[in-house]
T-cell receptor, first 112, second 112 residues
């Protein structure tokens, strides 16, 4: 039982490049979310999904796309990377209802 | 507009004493509150939670208090230990769409 797995752990992009951050969970959780952590800003919700085929925007969705074709996977796509997207990205999953998220170990992204 | 506020960016406490971390919220639709602990280069880990129908929840050295009328919760750690040095995030779940919103975090330093 690996929990929530994020790849890659580190990535450097040039401005304007696109990439996909991968997230997979093996706990059969319905809910998955992406958060970004920036100094002094805490964890901010980017996008979330309540099940396969269903996604919705969080607090800071601009510049990011998501899709949820399976229960296990929830990739985050950066369409055209900008320096403002330099951050640590966390994927998380949970069951529906009043329960907390299980987080992955994060992807540290630098956009130059 | 910040819905979950942690107004103290950092807190220093002597080992063995009580650590009190505070959190305020503005959204009356929050029905479940959580505290997460985060070490550097790791994902956040769930610590303790409380339902909005309760005013206290205890788990070992950790106690969370909820004052709904004041829209305030606090995390008490007694006694504080060196391993408690970390960033603590307060989070809240919105019942309507099951989103979980985080505060900016408080860095706790336990002094020897």
């Amino acid at each position: 039982n690996a929990g929530v797995t994020q790849t890659p752990k580190f990535q450097v992009l040039k401005t304007g490049q696109s990439m996909t951050l991968q997230c997979a969970q093996d706990m059969n959780h319905e809910y998955m979310s992406w958060y970004r952590q920036d100094p002094g800003m805490g964890l901010r919700l980017i996008h979330y999904s309540v099940g396969a085929g269903i996604t919705d925007q969080g607090e800071v969705p601009n510049g990011y796309n998501v899709s949820r074709s399976t229960t296990e996977d929830f990739p985050l796509r950066l369409l055209s990377a900008a320096p403002s997207q330099t951050s640590v990205y966390f994927c998380a999953s949970k069951v529906g209802g009043p329960y907390g998220y299980t987080f992955g170990s994060g992807t540290r992204l630098t956009v130059v | 507009d910040q819905q979950v506020k942690q107004n103290s960016p950092s807190l220093s406490v002597q080992e063995g004493r009580i650590s009190i971390l505070n959190c305020d919220y503005t959204n009356s639709m929050f029905d479940y509150f959580l505290w997460y602990k985060k070490y550097p280069a790791e994902g956040p880990t769930f610590l303790i939670s409380i339902s909005s129908i309760k005013d206290k929840n205890e788990d070992g050295r950790f106690t969370v208090f909820l004052n709904k009328s004041a829209k305030h919760l606090s995390l008490h750690i007694v006694p504080s230990q060196p391993g408690d040095s970390a960033v603590y995030f307060c989070a809240a779940r919105e019942d309507r769409d099951d989103k979980i919103i985080f505060g900016k975090g408080t860095r706790l330093h336990i002094l020897p």
